[in-house]
């Protein structure tokens, strides 16, 4: 039994990533509303996620032995993935400050899109009918899970639908650079480690932004509850990226990229245990859904 599950860990590693990237993800999900509920506002939020990534990228560094990527073309390669998966975050509160929610997630979650399409189209890569039927159903599933029953009236502007779409692309094409450029079928591609270095490097760059688009004229928490939930949350998150730069370097896009995206489903069975909410019957569906799609994609 120890044999097998060596060679699945060995032949499979995408798949373990994965999963971890998942979980962390998921739980930081669920978790996310602590701080925000107590008073510390997102933006801030995303200030302390940027920070809590420089241990991270630490940790990353002496993986390698303090020997990143340093090249002129893996560093603007390297800080454009960051500054999109990092910017994309900036944009999406805004569109949620005058859009609705309902109608942001959906679009945005539906990002794995770009990625597999840009992914076949240039990566060539392919997969079974099986993973094809998951990654289909792992589409639905998403769109699903992003469902938020509408409630309250959207702004008459349409600002943030283009907003939304911004962020769907960004993210989309950052899973793709990631995976194109740090393919670890391909010798002389970046280490992940180098992604997660100049991810952090983008995301500090970027705190002055989120720090602009905070409203001081509200209080703020920074308290147990407000700002030490938040870093401790936020650090989750931030573990949760080296994972997914492994998995990028590793898995196939068209596979693992849906496959990530379906970390609300940890998110939702955390919220129904810690705040004892009922998931919608469409967010039910969605999480069945999820779970098909994760055996087919991992078969």
Known sequence: MGAT??????????LYYALITTALWGVWGAL?????????????GYAVWALTLVPVSLVAMKLIAWKPDKDI???????????????????LFQALRSGPAYI???????????TILLSVFFLREKTSK?????????????????YIPPGGNASHSYTWLLLAAVVFVLWGVQAFVMKMAGDSRKPGNMQA??????????????????????????????GLKGFYTAALVQLLNAAGY??????????????VVPMLALAPVVTVILSLIIYAVIPHPVIMAGMVLAFLAIYLMAE
């Open 73 to 91: 073309k893996s560093v603007m390669i390297g800080l454009a993935a960051g500054f999109m998966g990092c910017g994309g975050q900036l944009i």
């Open 242 to 255: 080296l994972f997914f730069a492994y998995t990028m370097r590793y898995g196939k896009a068209i596979i």
């Open 32 to 44: 996310i509303e602590i701080p925000e509920k107590a008073g510390f506002p997102a933006t801030l």
């Open 104 to 114: 942001v997630f959906p679009i945005i979650s539906l990002y794995p899109v770009v």
């Open 193 to 222: 480690e180098s992604f997660v270095l100049y991810t952090m490097v983008s995301a500090v760059l970027l705190i002055p932004v989120a720090v602009y688009m905070t409203d001081f004229s509200l209080p703020i928490n920074w």
């Open 5 to 14: 599950n060596h060679s699945v860990t060995k032949s499979r590693p995408w």
């Open 130 to 146: 099986k993973g094809w039927a998951g990654i289909i159903i792992a589409l639905v599933a998403i769109l699903l899970l992003a």
